[in-house]
């Protein structure tokens, strides 16, 4: 039997595996907002991101390996194009409103799928948790009214659309991951490609920008999902759920250090009321299907 001490620090692998996964997400996103909308938009920056990140695991996966049951294809064509759209619509958002506090509006989604999902009394208290965040940044009159109101818009868009990728997603639950993100992220980049070349046209070509949208592909999206792959394999989904509620405050963060952007202490309140209904909601789950996995955008 190993020792205590051979058992401790294995024990932090899935910790670190989705504090990196949620660390590297921002970072891409990050960065995307920086040098990619700038020069091609939150259009053209989703179909180089979206683009890339699908070549790179159709090579990694190769799901023309794996044949598909009768009435698959289907169910890809509807996962793909939701998360596509999702992607699209998240970006869309971080034009105006800053990354820490979309993250947050996005998470209504699969929170409201996993409250649907249940339906317990306990469910409903997180539900309340999280409208109270939620009534705390939309343009309500009722807390800060400062964010712009088509951003939000947005991002609430990407959260349903969070929501129907986590059904459409749970309908391909019997392939290996790897097989139905890479189909998925292709069905995506069919759909969000035409929107990125009707916005930025040539610039999308440029050697600098596809240098930049190949390095965001991989830091946003080949590195998270395989990390993720490693927690997933290590942890109880509810677990799972809860470290990765931590992704609104570490996208803040990030947000602050590399983009400048400041939230106020209500925007604050309002991230940590959602990042509180997501853990509790982790923490009460029970024997009901698990979200497909959070780190999509």
């Not at 996962?79 to 596509?84: D, E, H, I, N, R």
Request: proline letters at 6%; charged letters at 10%.
């Amino acid at each position: 039997m190993p020792s205590p001490a051979g058992r401790t620090p294995a024990a932090f692998v899935p910790f670190l595996a989705v504090l990196g996964a949620v660390t590297a997400l921002g970072l891409g996103t990050s960065w995307a907002k920086h040098a990619l909308f700038p020069a091609i938009g939150a259009q053209g920056t989703t179909a180089l991101r979206v683009g890339f990140s699908a070549l790179l695991l159709l090579l990694i996966w190769r799901p023309w390996r794996r044949p598909l049951r009768p009435g698959d294809a289907r169910a890809v064509v509807l996962y793909g194009a939701t998360l596509g759209l999702m992607n699209l619509s998240f970006y869309m958002a971080l034009r105006t409103i800053p990354f820490g506090l979309a993250v947050a509006i996005e998470f209504a989604g699969p929170l409201t799928v996993a409250v649907l999902s249940s339906r317990r009394t306990v469910d409903f208290v997180w539900v309340a948790l999280a409208a109270s965040g939620l009534a705390l940044l939309l343009p309500l009159g009722i807390g800060d009214s400062r964010l712009d109101p088509v951003g939000v818009l947005w991002a609430l868009a990407a959260a349903t659309l969070w929501g129907l990728y986590i059904v459409f997603g749970k309908r391909l639950g019997h392939l290996h991951a790897g097989h139905s993100v890479a189909l998925g992220l292709s069905v995506a980049a069919l759909v969000v490609l035409p929107v990125g070349v009707w916005h930025a046209g040539a610039a999308l070509l440029a050697p600098s920008v596809l240098a930049v949208g190949l390095c965001v592909a991989v830091i946003s999206s080949a590195i998270p999902i395989s990390l993720e792959m490693v927690a997933l394999k290590r942890l109880p989904k509810e677990a799972f759920g809860i470290m990765i509620s931590m992704e609104p405050a570490v996208a803040a963060l990030l947000a602050l250090g590399l983009l400048g952007e400041r939230l106020s202490v209500t925007q604050s309140l309002a991230i940590a009321l959602v990042m509180g209904a997501s853990v509790g909601c982790a923490i009460t789950a029970r024997a009901r299907p698990a979200a497909v996995e959070g780190l999509t955008t």
